[in-house]
């Protein structure tokens, strides 16, 4: 049963040793994903969201439990996927193709292979153009664009994103929404989408994790049923306003909103 | 008509007041004052030349300039050369190995402090008059903002960007030279130039204490024979000489560096 899963994560924790004492940052957190699902985990700002993140790229070492991804027990970075950072971590010196051909390169996958998906990929989140620009010529919302594509480019099954809209203004952020579930339709990603916004976890997500406070704990499990694709008139529905309620509701239940 | 005439005026006048001319302004008004000043105040000229009696000299003085610079170049260039290079070798092995910094840093700082002025004397009885005690000054006064420089912009790269290429599972050789090394530029050319502004001075030092040759040394004599004019116009070669090193950097900088942010404010340097 376990193993028909694409990711899970088994009893999570996670606690920081810093010079003023241990923080725990994650409390025995489980969850799984099935293949091709869009996850949304959602919290107030502390709550060890992006640390779990981490973890499940393997990019930071948990305290206790374990994630497996296709039944296989993650050690080290895990490699088959493509990460969104809040921040764009775009490289200066190199163009928007070359920050895209960047995920290649580093993995030495020939780049004349790749430069075609690269093109397909520019043209799927509208930088035609801007191919040949450094990125202190584009725009937040451009340069995010970018590296999304990045992600993208060595077709990998999963997807990690770290709060991508979060340094954005609001208009961008939406356009950005639009396009990714567009870019989800067609490439059919599982995605573990991390975000502090609760209707851009609607709009996006199958399933939305909510969090409680530090240490982050699953708090509730909200399944989004609303008819795909959602930027048509989804996000209008009665029952989108009705989850975001729920949703807020749930963060006044932990005290995380007052009224 | 007459708003048109203004507008014309505006115009030209924001041809001419562009930033070059600005600087240009500010040197002519400079000399100018200079050369009034010393008119004005009947400064003899052994005490300060005006410029244009300067200028004179290096018209009057300028084969022997020519093969003084000749010389200073010679010291100038090795030595810089030399303190780039091993600045640079040195900066990889101090940033990546906690040992070797621990080792060998504590003594590059203690050299460093040592004021090389006061180890010049000693290099000519080491090295005797002719290029290696010139050279080696240079290298000591240029070497170590190489080597600093080189060692910060080693070290810091985004925690971010580390994220990012662990996740490509990149080897280490691909991240050196794909993101740290090119990360690492803006701040070893920060050293360059500070460099070339020390092996200037550093050029200099070695021929003041020990020469028989090069512009220091001319700048020396001829205040010995206070020849104050002469001493100037080796005084303004050298400043040309520093000057044409320091931007011979900056545009290797600029044509390696495209992408780099002081190549948008344009106006600091």
Not at chain 1, 12 to 39: P, Q, R
Not at chain 1, 102 to 108: A, L, Y
Not at chain 1, 227 to 232: F, L, Q, V
Not at chain 2, 51 to 68: G, V
């Amino acid at each position: 049963m376990e193993n028909s899963k694409f990711l899970s994560v088994q009893n999570i924790s996670k606690t920081f040793k810093t010079d003023k004492g241990n923080v725990h940052a994650l409390d025995d957190v489980v969850l799984s994903m099935t293949d091709g699902e869009f996850l949304a985990v959602v919290g107030p700002s502390g709550c060890g969201k992006s640390t779990l993140m981490m973890i499940v790229a393997g990019l930071l070492e948990a305290s206790g439990g374990k994630v497996r991804i296709r039944g296989e027990k993650v050690v080290g970075p895990f490699t088959d996927v493509g990460i969104v950072f809040q921040n764009h971590v775009l490289l200066d010196w190199l163009t928007t193709m070359g920050n895209i051909l960047f995920q290649t390169d580093m993995r030495r996958l020939p780049r004349n292979r790749y430069e075609e998906r690269a093109r397909e990929l520019i043209s799927m989140v509208s930088l035609e153009g801007f191919e040949e620009v450094y990125p202190y010529e584009l725009s937040g919302g451009m340069k995010q664009r970018c590296s999304i594509c990045r992600a993208l480019l060595h077709d990998p099954p999963l997807l990690l994103m770290d709060e991508p809209f979060g340094a954005l203004d609001a208009l961008t952020r939406d356009q950005l929404c639009i396009d990714l579930e567009k870019i989800w339709l067609q490439t059919e990603k599982t995605v573990l989408f991390i975000t502090h916004s609760v209707p851009e976890a609607v709009q996006l997500a199958d399933r939305i994790i909510v969090m409680t406070p530090r240490p982050g704990r699953i708090y509730k499990e909200i399944m989004v049923d609303l008819p795909r694709p959602r930027y048509e008139e989804g996000i209008e529905s009665e029952e989108f306003f009705h989850l975001v309620e729920q949703i807020k509701r749930s963060f006044l239940e932990q005290g995380v909103l007052r009224k | 008509m007459i708003d048109r005439g203004r507008n014309r005026l505006l115009l030209i006048g924001r041809i001419l007041w562009n930033k070059r001319t600005q600087t240009g302004l500010s040197f002519l008004v400079f000399f100018i004052l200079w050369e009034l000043a010393v008119e004005v105040f009947k400064i003899r000229s052994y005490i300060l030349p005006a410029p244009t009696e300067i200028f004179r000299a290096l018209f009057k003085y300028h084969s022997e300039l020519f093969f003084a610079l000749l010389f200073t170049i010679r010291s100038l260039i090795l030595g810089y050369i030399v303190a780039v290079a091993s600045g640079i070798l040195l900066s990889l092995p101090v940033a990546f190995s906690k040992f070797i910094q621990r080792a060998v840093y504590p003594l590059i700082l203690f050299f460093q402090v040592i004021p090389k002025v006061a180890l010049a004397p000693i290099f000519v009885i080491w090295f005797g008059f002719g290029l290696p005690p010139k050279i080696m000054i240079v290298f000591l006064l240029s070497f170590f903002p190489v080597l600093i420089n080189g060692i910060v912009g080693l070290r810091s790269m985004d925690q971010e960007v580390i994220n990012l290429t662990r996740s490509t599972g990149a080897r280490e050789i691909d991240v050196f030279f794909k993101v740290r090394l090119p990360s690492a530029l803006p701040t070893f050319f920060a050293g360059f130039k500070l460099a070339a502004i020390s092996a200037t001075i550093g050029a200099i030092i070695g021929e003041f204490i020990g020469s028989d040759s090069g512009l220091g040394y001319i700048i020396l004599t001829a205040n010995g024979d206070l020849q104050t004019d002469y001493s100037f116009a080796a005084i303004t070669v050298l400043t040309v000489l520093g000057l044409s090193l320091y931007y011979s950097v900056e545009g290797l900088e600029r044509v390696l560096m495209p992408w780099h942010i002081s190549q948008r404010v344009k106006s600091v340097s």
